[in-house]
């Protein structure tokens, strides 16, 4: 059975099951984050936000941290869609390693933008915490998963990706591009050139490191 598509933390969160205070929190919170940082901002201003007290906060998360993460692991765990048979079909129609590296740095750029505030606390996070860049090298390192075994394949097929390269460096080189380009639009966003220029020189690097 194919599971739901995660695209956006927003309406994935209205789908789930969980109270409306604890809701609440989530949102207030991927705002307050994605503006002021994790470390600047406190549980108060989170229920304040949210319109509900931090005993409501604490009821559902044991500390800050346990809130912090309750935002990012759905992203970071969806930010290659497992099980997502549009996403494969998208990459089956490509015929060359730049076609598909093209297509899935589009496809995923795409999931960046819809859900820019939790990417945007990734990205802060991981430049200052050692946990975050934990939970993200588990992510993008696992082999748990037939998603990256799958998506290997498409990449073997064209004769062009290097033999050394295996299911997570690809994964690697693909999100680490990723999350440069996203620092450079939050911190120096006078080094971009428009989108679809900046998708095609991120697109291109890739294939450099991963063509024969």
Do not use: C
């Not at 490509?94 to 076609?99: A, D, F, G, I, P």
């Amino acid at each position: 059975m194919e599971l739901p598509i995660f695209d956006n933390y927003r309406d994935w969160l209205d789908q789930q099951k969980m109270p409306k205070g604890k809701k609440s929190a989530l949102i207030a919170a991927m705002r307050l984050f994605s503006e002021s940082g994790f470390d600047g901002t406190s549980t108060t201003q989170v229920a304040e936000e949210a319109g509900i007290s931090q005993a409501t906060i604490f009821k559902y998360f044991h500390t800050k941290q346990d809130l912090l993460m309750a935002i990012v692991q759905p992203v970071l765990e969806n930010f290659f869609p497992t099980y997502r048979d549009e996403f494969f079909r998208g990459i089956a129609k490509q015929q060359t390693l730049t076609e598909i590296v093209h297509f899935i740095v589009t496809d995923r750029y795409h999931f960046i933008k819809a859900n820019e505030q939790a990417v945007r606390i990734i990205v802060m996070e991981m430049m200052t915490s050692a946990e975050m860049r934990m939970v993200f090298t588990k992510v993008v390192t696992s082999d748990d998963f037939n998603f990256l075994q799958e998506l290997v394949q498409f990449f073997y097929r064209t004769g062009e990706l290097r033999e050394d390269v295996d299911a997570a460096g690809l994964i690697r080189v693909i999100a680490g591009q990723m999350i440069v380009y996203i620092i450079q639009g939050n911190y120096v966003p006078e080094l971009l050139h428009g989108e679809q220029e900046d998708l095609q020189t991120i697109t291109n690097q890739i294939v450099r490191t991963l063509k024969k």
